[in-house]
T-cell receptor, first 112, second 114 residues
């Protein structure tokens, strides 16, 4: 099993550009999450999903959008990139509420 | 979620037991203690969790005090690969309303010395 796979690993964007961060998991987990981690800080929840077709906002959703058309995939979209979105983005999944979350290795995004 | 307090950094000699403390004096009766770690440039990794009994798995042991106000994560034979930031998180098994996001603080940076 690959677990949680994130692509790309690194990306540099110009201000105002858009992009989609991809996340896929092969563990048949219902719950999926997107976090961001700023330098020297802990993770903050951006969006989460409890199953295909269901998404909801986390602590810091502004500037992002998500969709969950399948159990496996949970892409994160940045529509108008801003320097404040420079961060490392982690995707995670869990089988159900309260179960340990499994994380991908992250996408390092710089907005210049 | 209950707030946790961890030392910002600790050193431990390779081959010795690493004992990482966590204070969670405001923990509620149904809240679990979870430990994750983050090795440099990688995503967080789940280690162990428990409610009130001590727990052990292939990675570590978790000792929770009887009053549940603090806990200790024990890595029995630390190796250089255990150098990482360790996060103690306290939360109920279900946050309700579907939200299950983890709240990560700054954790403890454990450095294993050769």
């Amino acid at each position: 099993n690959a677990g949680v796979t994130q692509t790309p690993k690194f990306r540099i964007l110009k201000i105002g550009q858009s992009m989609t961060l991809q996340c896929t998991q092969d563990m048949n987990h219902n719950y999926m999450y997107w976090y961001r981690q700023d330098p020297g800080m802990g993770l903050k929840l951006i969006y989460y999903s409890v199953g295909a077709g269901i998404t909801d906002k986390g602590e810091v959703p502004n500037g992002y959008n998500v969709s969950r058309s399948t159990t496996e995939d949970f892409p994160l979209r940045l529509e108008l990139a801003a320097p404040s979105q420079t961060s490392v983005y982690f995707c995670a999944s869990s089988f159900r509420v309260g179960q340990p979350q499994h994380f991908g290795d992250g996408t390092r995004l710089s907005i210049l | 979620d209950a707030k946790t307090t961890q030392p910002p950094s600790m050193d431990c000699a390779e081959g010795r037991a690493a004992n990482l403390p966590c204070n969670h004096s405001t923990i509620s009766g149904n809240e679990y203690v979870y430990w994750y770690r983050q090795i440099h440039s990688q995503g967080p990794q789940y280690i162990i969790h428990g409610l009130k009994n001590n727990e052990t798995n292939e990675m570590a042991s978790l000792i929770i005090t009887e009053d549940r106000k603090s806990s200790t994560l024990i890595l029995p034979h630390a190796t250089l690969r255990d150098t990482a930031v360790y996060y103690c998180i306290v939360r109920p098994p279900s946050s309700g309303g579907g939200a299950d996001g983890l709240t990560f603080g700054k954790g403890t940076h454990l450095i294993i010395q050769p």
